[in-house]
């Protein structure tokens, strides 16, 4: 990853140079992980918006037919009676899933990484070149506690249907990210 090195232009010490370039990578590395983390966030909650929108209108349909098919007298009330029971199956599974609850989630959780990830933006474009050495690590140490609530507080991910289809996530710079691998680097992290 590169580390744009901008102590030079402001006349730093050699001393602090090393320490402010070690913050900025970290800082980077965050941003990194919290691009990734929301755009993982960012499908899960569309997939898990699509999945209760589909069982919802299924469920509709269904119940729908089973009514016309129950007033009119062209199929037998078995048929009617069927359809009911497909209708009212289909609603227990969107009500017990929790498919919105868990859209809303994937979806607090991929703004709370991009909000992470325009934090440590902010750090290594703004405050580790400029600021004094004392207060560029409180703004780090600050954006690492940022980072910490942030992975406290998102729920887990799973991606259903994704994980096969979108095993290789793209990431920034046309570099390739395996699922897998990032599942094992967030409890790592």
């Known amino acids: 990853m590169w580390v744009r090195d901008m102590t030079d232009e402001v006349g ?13 990578l970290d800082a980077q590395r965050i941003e990194y992980m919290a691009y990734i983390w929301g755009g993982v966030y960012r ?24 009514g016309s098919a129950g007033l009119a007298s062209l199929v037998s009330h078995t048929v009617a ?5 497909g209708a009212a199956a289909m609603s ?17 959780a991929a ?15 703004t405050a580790a070149p400029y600021l004094p050495f004392d207060e560029v690590r409180k703004e780090f140490d600050n954006l690492c506690a940022h980072r910490n609530r942030v992975v406290a507080s998102v729920p887990s991910t799973h991606l259903p249907a994704y994980r096969r289809k979108y095993r290789r996530l793209k990431a920034p710079l046309g570099q ?5 691998e990032l599942m094992e680097k967030r409890r790592e992290w």
């Open 12 to 24: 730093i010490a050699d001393p602090e140079k090393a320490h402010r370039n070690a913050l900025s």
């Open 43 to 66: 499908m899960e909650s569309t997939w898990w918006r699509r999945f209760h929108t589909a069982v919802n209108v299924s469920a509709a349909v269904l119940a729908a037919i089973a």
């Open 81 to 85: 009676g069927v359809l009911a029971l």
């Open 92 to 108: 227990s599974v969107a009500a017990s899933v929790g498919a919105s609850s868990r859209s809303t989630a994937a979806q607090s």
């Open 111 to 125: 703004i709370a990484n991009m909000e992470l990830k325009e934090a440590a933006r902010r750090f290594y474009f």
């Open 176 to 180: 390739r990210v395996d699922l897998d």
